[in-house]
């Protein structure tokens, strides 16, 4: 595709608009900072970023907003902020390739081009290579592989989820490559420091009472969730069993997912819910191992025994204690 | 790793003559022995002896020259290798080795049956028959793998491991390859996602659609020959007429064209019934289990004696003859149980009864003494 500055408006995570901004520099002006600053701000309370007018004029200063955004998200470095950034980048570009999904087809492929995702057209459909499409849509029922035309590599999927997939390479590539490591200048870290002002107070979580008593691999879990930190399902579903057989009651649970990156309510309600009905087991200490979720050789065995060991320890050394006075 | 050392040089004091002479064997196979160990740098290593299939993990080899010089010293019972491949194969706990990638692997095991721990000549018939079909009707037409780059290879106990080490599926995390072993045992599978109707028609799929949908037309289309499978559909199917007239509406992805009755129920029971995936026959938590320790490929099985050969082609594998290793000289064994009439290496043996004393081929006597069926006589 020749150079196109309206494309790198649109869709500036592409190479495209990284080499644009490479060899055409950037000039961070107060009123740039001060529209990145709005779109994280818009990201981080509704979940969304605006569009713009669609001008010449605002092309280009789209594309230095994007990247003073990106610096000013990095500056404050919270896993909170950069995964409700992420999320809100995709969908704008969500929304940007469901216009020019029917009307400028070439914009979408380059796209899916610059994620190296291959799609196929195939009548009304289109299909991709099985281990990408696994890459790039969630675990669900609607997404179950089983289900799908899956023939010589490649899945079917429809033209609406073909769009799903290229959103969520664009989350994932916004993941993975926030923060940057640099220096910034003044007005960028101060308004990374105005963001981080703004965001969900977290110490209510990590101050409950009883969190001392739980093992390390259970604390460092609710430590990543507190920082917004992506937990893999395994992970997820480890700490709620945790949870739950520690007796406590359903929202104080919901409450520690609260900070997840992509936490629904309805959803998490639900889940945990099911766990508790289905009386699953808690994963022993191996399998925590396995699932690379073990953070420390405390040999407990299993997670929900850690308690009563300390427990036991301290009974022990009370008991000694009281038989040393006597 | 000096403790590992220490402590197997400790157990080779007390163990009893069947484990000692095993391991004198098992050391000199690897003096020459040719194992696959692609970037063994990268790999994490298990070591098991004659209590445990894993004793020592956590294991790192620079090279096959120090992984070999391991393998001859300390002459483990069982070798595995992690499918992953790590930044820092030896540390602990796991986050901490720091994960890069693994190979998709397959773990298909012989059933249970009454042949018990000697595995007979059917049971590793039917576990190579689905392998076979693993390859030829999965992970070729569907997953598109090409026939080179599945490499098979025999488990050295009751069947075989397929290790996939494409670019593409390197980095496929565990969710992603439970779907993958989702697809291949067809769980989650549902009718209503491959037929629909629209007005009063039902639509289906057609013989060439991918995944559960085509298997399905494909596979009802070959019973159509059948006819009480036609009949347990509608009467109408006894006639060649109707049958034929199906058939191409079928081609079209029309399963209405000649009017069935209770045609959704049906064909809903034939869809399950037909048992179209692989539920069972792969083990979906090693696939799924980017961190799993599998047999080393040409390493020895300390419970048959058998080299975990990898396989250039299914057709015509028998493990009892192909596995096996110590072609070499004979023993004096004493059999500690019933053994029934058996066939390694060629050579015919048993039955043997408990008690009986027997001088046998290298080859048997050391498949009788890793099953622990009988001992130095
Ligand atoms: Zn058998």
Request: hydrophobic share 40%; net charge positive.
């Amino acid at each position: 595709m020749p150079f196109d500055l309206a494309f790198c408006s649109r869709y500036p995570f592409s190479p495209q608009a990284r080499q644009y901004v490479e060899q055409a520099g950037l000039s961070l002006t107060a009123s740039v900072v001060e529209k990145a600053e709005a779109r994280l701000r818009l990201a981080l309370e509704s979940g969304r970023i605006k569009k713009v007018a669609d001008l010449p004029d605002a092309w280009q200063e789209e594309l230095a907003v994007y990247a003073c955004a990106r610096m000013i998200a990095s500056a404050a470095n919270n896993r909170y902020l950069i995964g409700r950034y992420a999320v809100a980048e995709a969908k704008r570009a969500g929304e940007y390739l469901a216009i020019d999904d029917s009307v400028r087809q070439d914009y979408v492929e380059a796209v899916a081009e610059g994620f190296g995702i291959a799609f196929q057209k195939e009548g009304r459909q289109y299909s991709i290579p099985f281990w990408q499409y696994l890459a790039f849509t969630p675990r669900s029922y609607d997404y179950k592989l089983s289900n799908r035309q899956l023939k010589g590599g490649l899945v079917k999927v429809s033209r609406h989820e073909r769009l799903r997939i290229l959103e969520e390479a664009v989350r994932k590539r916004m993941e993975a490559t926030l923060p940057i490591k640099a220096e910034f200048p003044a007005e960028v870290k101060e308004a990374a420091g105005r963001l981080l002002a703004l965001l969900p107070r977290l110490e209510p979580i990590s101050s409950n009472v009883g969190q001392e008593n739980y093992p390390p691999c259970i604390r460092k879990m609710i430590e990543d969730l507190s920082l917004s930190l992506n937990l893999p399902h395994t992970g997820r579903v480890a700490l709620a069993i945790y949870l739950v057989n520690a007796g406590l009651p359903q929202e104080r649970i919901v409450e520690y997912f609260r900070h997840a990156p992509d936490f629904s309510e309805k959803t998490t309600t639900y889940q945990i819910e099911y766990i508790r009905r289905r009386k699953y087991s808690m994963p022993s200490c191996q399998t925590m191992d396995s699932y690379g979720l073990c953070v420390a050789d405390c040999r407990c065995g299993n997670p929900l025994r850690f308690r009563d060991r300390i427990h036991g320890a301290i009974l022990r050394r009370l008991e000694a204690e009281r038989k040393g006075k006597e | 790793m000096g403790t590992v050392e220490g402590e197997g040089a400790k157990r080779a004091e007390d163990a009893c003559p069947e484990e000692r002479l095993i391991r004198k064997m098992f050391s000199s196979y690897y003096r020459s022995a040719h194992f696959e160990a692609p970037q063994i740098e990268k790999r994490e290593f298990g070591f098991g002896g004659w209590e445990k299939k894993i004793e020592f993990r956590h294991i790192k080899a620079k090279s096959e020259a120090e992984l070999r010089g391991r393998l001859v010293s300390e002459a483990p019972l069982y070798v595995s290798y992690s499918v992953a491949y790590y930044e820092f194969p030896d540390a602990r706990p796991m986050v901490r080795k720091n994960w890069l990638s693994a190979d998709l692997v397959f773990d298909l095991d012989a059933p249970q049956h009454t042949c018990g721990k000697f595995t007979c000549a059917e049971c590793f018939e039917k576990v190579r028959q689905e392998a076979i079909r693993l390859i030829e009707d999965f992970l070729v037409p569907d997953f598109g793998f090409s026939r080179g780059e599945i490499s098979v290879n025999f488990s050295g106990s009751r069947g075989y491991h397929l290790h996939i080490r494409s670019q593409s599926i390197q980095r496929l995390d565990r969710e992603a390859r439970r779907e993958i072993a989702d697809y291949i045992c067809g769980v989650g599978v549902s009718f209503e996602r491959f037929f629909w109707t629209e007005g009063k028609k039902l639509f289906g799929p057609t013989p060439s659609d991918g995944g559960y949908g085509g298997k399905f037309a494909r596979a009802f289309m070959e019973r159509l020959g059948d006819d009480e499978f036609c009949l347990s559909i509608s009467r109408r199917l006894k006639s060649r007429e109707e049958k034929d007239r199906l058939a191409s509406s079928i081609m079209q992805g029309n399963w209405d064209s000649i009017g069935i009755a209770a045609r959704e129920r049906k064909l809903r029971e034939k869809f399950e019934q037909m048992r179209l995936g692989m539920a069972g026959k792969i083990d979906a938590n090693v696939t799924a289990d980017i961190s799993k320790l599998i047999r080393m490929p040409g390493s020895l099985h300390g419970g048959s004696g058998f080299a975990a050969v990898p396989v250039r082609s299914l057709e015509g594998f028998e493990p009892m003859r192909h596995a096996a290793v110590f072609l070499d000289g004979e023993l004096r064994v004493k059999v500690a149980e019933r053994v029934p009439a058996l066939e390694v290496a060629g050579v015919r043996f048993g039955p043997l009864e408990q008690g009986e004393c027997a001088t046998l081929p290298m080859a048997c006597a050391m498949y009788l003494l890793c099953k622990k069926a009988a001992v130095v006589a």
